[in-house]
């Protein structure tokens, strides 16, 4: 998945749930994504940390939220 895709994929899930705050979207994202993609994107999150090691689910939050705010830009 790219990171336009999975901007996408977040900004439909926003839209979906309003009241939820920024990092419970993302765990939607990535509960709604499957566990392939929950892999992909805690592996990527670890390898840009430089860890070798790191719980799955947080970490694959972890790389949505950064993806997301990372294409966001900044704060205006």
């Known amino acids: 998945m790219t990171d336009e895709e999975l ?3 977040f900004a439909l899930t ?7 705050d920024l990092d419970e979207i993302a765990a939607l994202v990535v509960r709604r994504v499957g566990h392939d993609r929950m892999l992909e994107f805690a592996s990527r999150n670890l390898a840009t940390r430089g860890e070798l090691r790191g719980a799955a689910f947080p970490s694959a939050v972890e790389h949505v939220l950064r993806v997301v705010l990372t294409l966001r830009g900044p704060a205006d």
């Open 7 to 9: 901007v996408v994929e």
């Open 14 to 20: 926003r839209l979906d749930n309003p009241g939820l």
